[in-house]
C-alpha cells in the first residue's frame, strides 16, 4: 500500500486529479458556448470566451499537468518498482491501443469503399 501523504509529490495527486478534471470540463464547457454562438459574432461576446479558453489550456492545465506528470510517475513507481514489470504494462497497453486503432481505420476504409460503390 503506497501512503500518499509521507511524500509531497504522492500527497498531490489526488488535487491535482480533480483540478485537471475540472479544467477539462471547464474547456468542454466553453467550447460548447463557443459553438452555440449566434451570428452576427460580435467581439463582446466572443472576446471573454477566446480569453477563457485560453487562459484554461495554457495557464490552468499546464501548472496541473505538470505535477500531475511528476505525481503519477512517482506514484507509478511506489505501486511497481520492478521497471520491467512496469515497461510490460506500458507495452501491453499501446499494443492494445494499436490494435484498437488498426480496427477504428479497416472500419472508415471499409465505410468509405461501401460509400463509393453505392455513389456507382
Avoid: F
Wanted: with cysteine.
Amino acid at each position: 500500500m503506497v501512503d500518499l501523504s509521507r511524500d509531497t509529490v504522492l500527497d498531490s495527486v489526488p488535487v491535482d486529479l480533480a483540478d485537471v478534471y475540472e479544467v477539462c470540463r471547464r474547456y468542454e464547457e466553453l467550447v460548447e458556448k463557443l459553438i452555440a454562438q449566434q451570428r452576427p459574432w460580435t467581439k463582446a461576446r466572443l472576446l471573454p470566451l477566446v480569453n477563457d479558453i485560453y487562459d484554461t489550456l495554457y495557464i490552468h492545465l499546464p501548472y496541473h499537468h505538470k505535477r500531475l506528470s511528476r505525481g503519477l510517475r512517482k506514484l507509478s513507481v511506489a505501486l511497481e518498482p520492478n521497471e520491467r514489470k512496469r515497461d510490460a504494462l506500458a507495452d501491453r497497453r499501446l499494443q492494445s491501443t494499436l490494435r484498437k486503432g488498426k480496427k477504428i481505420i479497416e472500419k472508415l476504409k471499409a465505410e468509405q469503399e461501401s460509400s463509393s460503390q453505392n455513389e456507382e
